[in-house]
Every structure is written in structure tokens, then in C-alpha cells.
């Protein structure tokens, strides 16, 4: 087994790992990640708080649990949004060409002129944003979904037309099949790989966009924690080199995104 | 001659074209926005029905969305872009104040990744071992791998100036697709036969390599100054950098509309003159 393999291999085990405490949060704590221990702001680590408490005295690894669940299944939620948008403007545009290609196109170049992270701040800024928790993450995961299609909607609409003037899609013309026989049994199992390889590329740049929402405030709102807004809390640098273990969001956060580099990296060539 | 004016007409239109669009879809955006112009004063009871009719005017409530538009643009015309309902001030004299240190900011931050980049992308391209190769990837894997606002905490922490926060954001991006284009451009045949007749490594990359990949190159300029006025947002809001990065956050908090709209059309105009401008350098090299 090569070193890369091993490597590979070590990355998706993390990655199970931190997928599987996110996704069974409440079988690792018995706390509520909103509770407050109000006697006990700002604790070291301990055997009842593994990771010490916040300043509100609520439990950091329970927050860190749970915190994980929003962003690990929200971000996939938002990307797959991201990557089905994508697959049908980039779709239609690939395959049926002429003015509605010209116009596709050329919307997504206006999105794709502008940065990601201020359109998102514009859009987020449009929302009510004394909204519930729940009602904030939705908004901001729909927001990502809805904003960060245009890049994966070019790779996309490349795959698309090269198909349409491809060999067996011209037989299958021939052959008299239906459009929309062509579409489910010829178009969309060639393009599987490339949605696929869009969706997986997404689910890292959504994480690391939304914990710069949340830590900018238009994020996740409290008390609901997500890995962004958990970083909030290193803002007061006097407090967090007093309490480094307020940093383990950010370990966290910084591994998973490593890991999703190597282990989908033959995503990203395939893309 | 007349072929390239036509052209340069051409994309001008273009980019008007396109920055207008982009201002209208906004304005469009806020005038559908839950709360469009709910004004405090037009809660107060005390007021006559007159004085409230004259506040929902100054919101430009009474007619429709083309007469928003119309409004809106005739603003644009003669430089008015309204005042900003936060900060009680013109948006213009704003924008005006803080767009350069933004600008400087963006300019040097840009410098210093590109050159970082490159310097990056060639050693390994020139010293192809595994220890340089998994040496670049690993600390531009890490730096990827940072959310831009904890960059710019660090920065704020050591004291740094923006501009080197827009540099180590813009880089490791920078760097990926620089090293792919060089790499691309260093499988071309020609390469292969010049090192088959032993050109050195130094005289392949600066005479074969480079040449070609120079119009791609010249492409990621635009893409790279989207990458960082996108970075100089969270850089300024969390550094307290007084620039148009900051105003927009500032904007977004208070949901200051008429900031915002303007904001995004002046955001618009840099990011698609930057785009333009690479495209012009690319076609006046080829």
C-alpha cells in the first residue's frame, strides 16, 4: 500500500469519525448544547466537561458535537442544492445550445464576476435577520445553495455540449429513441461522475463560507452552535490564550477540510 | 486599427451593459426585500396622515417597479446614490472616502500573492522533487483549508496589515491554478523534446513554459481580483479597517439598503473591470 493510499485511507476514517459524532451527537453527551452551567463560566477541561465551558457556561464539547451536525450535514444539504441547479441550467445549456446557451451563459458570468462572499452578505443582509436559530440556518444553507452554482454550472455545461456532439448520443438519435429516453439513459449516467465531482467540491467551500457568515454575525444565529459561530468566541484573544482549548472547533474545522482535500483530490482532477 | 477601437467599443458596451444589469438586479432585490421601507416615524400616531404620506415618498413606495428603475438609474446619472439610512450620510462621499484604502489594500494584497505564487509554482516546477512538491501542497492545503475571517483575526492578533491577509487568503488559490497551468504547459511535446536534446531545467521553464502559459496567466488576473475584494470584506469588518469592505458589512448588520445597492454596483464595476482589463491584456498578447 503506498503512502498516498495510507494517507487516503487515514483522511476518510477522520472523516467517518467526525461525520459519525456530528450525525450521533446526543450519544456522546447528555447535555443540551444550549444549557448553562451559570456557576461554571469559562472551566478548564474536566472529567464532567471535557472541554471546559464557554462564557455563558455552557458545555464547549457539546456545542463542538452539535455544532458539527449543522455544518456537516447542512453544507452537503446545500451543496447538493448548488449541484442540481448546476446540473439543470448547465444541462439544458450544454444540450440544447443556440440563445438559451447565450443567456445561461452569460448569467453566469455576472454571478461568477462577483465575489461569493459579498453576494452572500447582500443576500443574507436582504433576510430578516432577528430570525429563530433554526429559521437562520435554513436561510443560510439556502442562500449558499441558491448563490454558489455558478462555477460548478461551466464544468457542467462543457461535459453537456461535448456529449451532445458525441458518437452515441448521435446513434441514439438515429435510433429513434425519445428525448427524454436520450436524457435518463444516455446523458445523465455519462454525466454522474461529473455532478458527483461538483458535489463533493462544494461541500468543502460551503463549510468554510458558512464560518465566515457566522463569524461576521450572518451566519447561524445563537444559541444554535455551528463551527463558525463556535469561532466567534476566539474574537476575545485574551480569553482564548487563557483557554486554548476554545481553539478545538477550529483543529476541527482545519482537519476535516484537509482530509476532504485528499481524500476527494481525484474529484478535483476529475473536475 | 478600426478593428480594435470596434472591439474595445464593443466590450465597453459590454461592461456597462452588464453593470447596469447588476445594479438593477440588486435594486430590484431590495425593493422585494422583507421591510423595504418600513421607517420608524411611520409608527408614530402622532404624526398626520400628510406627514406620513411624505416619509413613504422619500421611500419612493408610490409607484411601481419600472418607476423604481427609472428613479433609481436618474439617481445614477447625475451621482446621486442616495444616503445611507445607518450612517446618515451620502453614499458617494462615502464610497469616495473609503474606496482607496480599500483599493491599496486589494492592489497589495494582489501584488504580494502573485509574486508569492509564482515563486511557489516555479520552484516546484523546477526542483521536481517530492519534498518541495509535498512542501507547497501541504502549507497551500493548510492555508485553503483556513475560513477567511479567522485569517483575518490572526492578522488582527499579530498586528499585521490587511493587505498581507488578502495575500495569504488569494494564495493558495493562486497558487493551485498557476501550478496546474504550468504544469499543463510543461507536458506540451516541445517541452519533452528540448529536454530529450538536454536544455536545462531553468532555460525549459523561462523560454518553453512560460511563453505558453502566459495567456492563461493573464486570464487568472480577473479571476484573482474577484478572489480579493471578496477576502477584503471579512479582512476590513474584522480588522477595523475603515474601507468599502467594512462599509459593506456595516451595510449588511443594519440592513442599510441604499448602501448596499450601491456597494454592490461599485463592487460590480471593479470586479468586471478587472475581468476586462485581463481580457484585454490577453488579447493584445495574442
Not at chain 1, 461529473?194 to 465566515?212: D, G, K, M, R, Y
Not at chain 2, 435594486?27 to 411624505?54: H, K, N
Not at chain 2, 458617494?92 to 500573492?113: D, H, I, S, Y
Not at chain 2, 480588522?239 to 454596483?265: E, F, H, K, M, Y
Amino acid at each position: 500500500m503506498t503512502a498516498q493510499r495510507m494517507l487516503r485511507l487515514l483522511c476518510r476514517a477522520t472523516l467517518l469519525a467526525i461525520f459519525g459524532l456530528g450525525l450521533f451527537a446526543g450519544s456522546f453527551t447528555h447535555y443540551s448544547y444550549a444549557h448553562q452551567f451559570r456557576e461554571l463560566p469559562n472551566t478548564a477541561p474536566s472529567a464532567a466537561h471535557w472541554l471546559g465551558t464557554d462564557g455563558l457556561g455552557r458545555d464547549l464539547f457539546t456545542r463542538i458535537v452539535y455544532g458539527t451536525r449543522v455544518s456537516l450535514v447542512l453544507a452537503p444539504t446545500a451543496a447538493l442544492l448548488a449541484t442540481v441547479i448546476a446540473a439543470l441550467l448547465g444541462g439544458i445549456a450544454g444540450l440544447r445550445g443556440g440563445w438559451l446557451e447565450k443567456i445561461i451563459l452569460a448569467s453566469t458570468d455576472l454571478s461568477m464576476s462577483l465575489p461569493l462572499l459579498f453576494v452572500l452578505i447582500a443576500l443574507r443582509a436582504l433576510l430578516p435577520l432577528d430570525v429563530n436559530p433554526i429559521l437562520s440556518v435554513v436561510a443560510t444553507f439556502v442562500v449558499l445553495g441558491l448563490v454558489g452554482w455558478p462555477a460548478s454550472l461551466r464544468v457542467v455545461w462543457a461535459a453537456a455540449k461535448n456529449l451532445r456532439d458525441s458518437d452515441h448520443i448521435l446513434l441514439a438519435r438515429a435510433l429513434g429513441y425519445r428525448p427524454s429516453q436520450i436524457l435518463f439513459r444516455q446523458v445523465i449516467p455519462c454525466l454522474r461522475p461529473v455532478f458527483l465531482a461538483q458535489f463533493w467540491i462544494s461541500i468543502p467551500l460551503f463549510i468554510l463560507t458558512e464560518a465566515t457568515l457566522s463569524m461576521l454575525g450572518l451566519g447561524v444565529m445563537e444559541p444554535l452552535p455551528s463551527w463558525g459561530n463556535l469561532l466567534r468566541g476566539s474574537e476575545d484573544f485574551s480569553a482564548t490564550a487563557a483557554n486554548p482549548w476554545r481553539l478545538v472547533p477550529l483543529v476541527v474545522l482545519v482537519l476535516t477540510l484537509i482530509c476532504f482535500q485528499f481524500v476527494f483530490h481525484r474529484s478535483e482532477e476529475l473536475a | 486599427m478600426a478593428q480594435w477601437i470596434l472591439k474595445l467599443a464593443q466590450r465597453l458596451l459590454l461592461l456597462t451593459a452588464l453593470a447596469i444589469v447588476g445594479a438593477l438586479l440588486c435594486a430590484t432585490m431590495v425593493r422585494f426585500a422583507p421591510g423595504y421601507g418600513v421607517d420608524e416615524r411611520d409608527l408614530d400616531f402622532q404624526l398626520s396622515q400628510s406627514s406620513r404620506d411624505a416619509i413613504r415618498s422619500e421611500h419612493q413606495l408610490s409607484g411601481g417597479l419600472l418607476h423604481y428603475y427609472g428613479s433609481y438609474i436618474a439617481g445614477l446619472f447625475h451621482g446621486n446614490l442616495g444616503t445611507s439610512a445607518f450612517l446618515q450620510r451620502p453614499v458617494a462621499g462615502l464610497l469616495k472616502e473609503r474606496a482607496p484604502l480599500t483599493a491599496r489594500a486589494v492592489l497589495f494584497g494582489l501584488l504580494t500573492a502573485w509574486i508569492v505564487a509564482s515563486a511557489l509554482s516555479l520552484v516546484t516546477l523546477r526542483w521536481q522533487t517530492w519534498a518541495v512538491e509535498y512542501s507547497a501542497t501541504a502549507l497551500t492545503g493548510f492555508l485553503i483549508a483556513l475560513p477567511t475571517a479567522v485569517v483575518a483575526l490572526l492578522c488582527m492578533y499579530l498586528r499585521a496589515p490587511v493587505f498581507l491577509g488578502i495575500a495569504v487568503i488569494t494564495l493558495p488559490k493562486l497558487f493551485r491554478y498557476q501550478h496546474n497551468i504550468l504544469a499543463q504547459a510543461h507536458t506540451r511535446p516541445f517541452v519533452l523534446a528540448a529536454r530529450a536534446r538536454g536544455v536545462s531545467r531553468s532555460r525549459i521553464l523561462f523560454c518553453h513554459v512560460i511563453p505558453v502559459a502566459w495567456h492563461p496567466l493573464a486570464a487568472l488576473l480577473g479571476v484573482s481580483a474577484s478572489m480579493a475584494i471578496g477576502a477584503a470584506i471579512p479582512m476590513e469588518a474584522l480588522s477595523d479597517s475603515p474601507g468599502v469592505g467594512q462599509l459593506a458589512w456595516l451595510a449588511a448588520i443594519n440592513r442599510d439598503l441604499p448602501l448596499l445597492t450601491s456597494i454592490t454596483l461599485f463592487v460590480t464595476l471593479l470586479t468586471i473591470g478587472a475581468n476586462f482589463l485581463a481580457g484585454s491584456m490577453q488579447e493584445s498578447q495574442s
